[in-house]
């Protein structure tokens, strides 16, 4: 068990590995948030495999992967609605937003129910898509493709409006 633990300290201070995760990441500074969470994991349930080495990198490459996409998520979040915050509050935007909202609203109800209540839980009610997959037992990547569907949907209600 101690050998185990000692070899998984060992490939996660190797400075390949930071690479590694920086290059998929694109990034730096999450790295050792990354590296950190595997290293735990790992520690806390020991990996019982004869390459501890293929399990680690692999590990740390799904979880690298996972926080790209998170923050890509995020990013392509924020990017979205910014539009609604970043405005100056007259008559004429309280207007617009307001016909924005119409139209999102609109475009939701054209969607399928699931979507629909995956969208309003994930975007509204902020829960993560990990939580949504387990809850309606389906596959993570089903969530985030309805997800991106729906944001599309979304985006072209939008721009036939303002045409």
């Given amino acids: 068990m101690a050998d185990v633990d000692s070899q998984v300290i060992e490939i996660m201070e190797d400075r390949s590995i930071r690479r590694y995760v920086e290059a998929i990441l694109g990034a730096a500074d999450r790295v050792d948030d990354v590296l950190q969470n595997v290293a735990e994991r790992l520690l806390t349930n020991p990996p019982d495999a004869d390459n501890p080495k293929g399990l680690v990198v692999s590990a740390v490459r799904n979880a690298a992967i996972d ?14 609605y910014a539009f609604a915050h970043d405005r100056t509050e007259t008559v004429e935007d309280h207007v617009d937003f307001e016909l924005i909202i119409e139209v999102l609203d609109r475009a939701l109800r054209e969607l399928p129910l699931l979507t629909q ?6 975007y509204v009610s902020g829960r993560p898509q990990h939580e949504l997959a387990i809850e309606y037992g389906l596959h993570l990547s089903t969530i985030e493709k309805r997800l991106a569907k729906a944001r599309a949907h979304c985006r072209r209600r939008l721009t036939q409006q303002r045409s």
């Fill in 67 to 80: 926080e790209r996409r998170a923050a890509d998520r995020r990013s392509q979040r924020e990017s979205d």
């Fill in 117 to 122: 209540a995956l969208f309003y839980a994930h």
